[in-house]
C-alpha cells in the first residue's frame, strides 16, 4: 500500500522559514516524480513544485513563478523522502500543501498524480 506521508508544517511570521517532509512508502519510487501543491479553501489546488529522477532525465527541478526563488525542492538520494524549504514566506503562501507521486515526469496537473498525502497546514502570519 503507497503511502505519502507530510510532515513540517506549522505557524510561521512572515519573512520566516518551513521545511516540509514527505516520506513516501509502499513501492519503488526511483522513476517516479514528487510533486508538491497547495490549496486554500474555495480555491483549486495548485502546483508548487516538482522534482524528477530518472536514470535517463536525472533529476529536473520545477517550480511555480509564484515561489521561484523562495521555495527549493529536493529529494534524498534513497528517492523516498522529499523535501520542500520555503523561505521569505508570505501570507498569501498559507495553505493546506500536499506531496503527490505519478509515474514518469513531473506534471502541473493534479489529476495526473496517482497518489497523494494528507496535507499539512502552513499559515504565515502577517
Known amino acids: 500500500q503507497v503511502q505519502l506521508v507530510e510532515s513540517g508544517g506549522g505557524l510561521v511570521q512572515a519573512g520566516g522559514s518551513l521545511r516540509l517532509s514527505c516520506a513516501a512508502s509502499?513501492?519503488?519510487?526511483?522513476?517516479?516524480?514528487m510533486g508538491w501543491f497547495r490549496q486554500v479553501p474555495g480555491k483549486e489546488r495548485e502546483f508548487v513544485a516538482g522534482?524528477?529522477?530518472?536514470?535517463?532525465?536525472?533529476?529536473?527541478?520545477y517550480y511555480a513563478d509564484s515561489v521561484k526563488g523562495r521555495f527549493t525542492i529536493s529529494r534524498d538520494s534513497d528517492k523516498i523522502t522529499v523535501y520542500l524549504q520555503m523561505n521569505s514566506l508570505k501570507p498569501e503562501d498559507t495553505a493546506v500543501y500536499y506531496c503527490?507521486?505519478?509515474?514518469?515526469?513531473?506534471?502541473?496537473?493534479?489529476?495526473?498524480?496517482?497518489?497523494w498525502g494528507q496535507g499539512t497546514q502552513v499559515t504565515v502570519s502577517s
Open positions: 503527490a507521486a505519478r509515474s514518469g515526469r513531473v506534471s502541473h496537473t493534479t489529476f495526473e498524480y496517482d497518489y
Open positions: 509502499g513501492r519503488t519510487f526511483s522513476n517516479y516524480a
Open positions: 522534482i524528477s529522477w530518472s536514470s535517463s532525465w536525472s533529476s529536473s527541478r
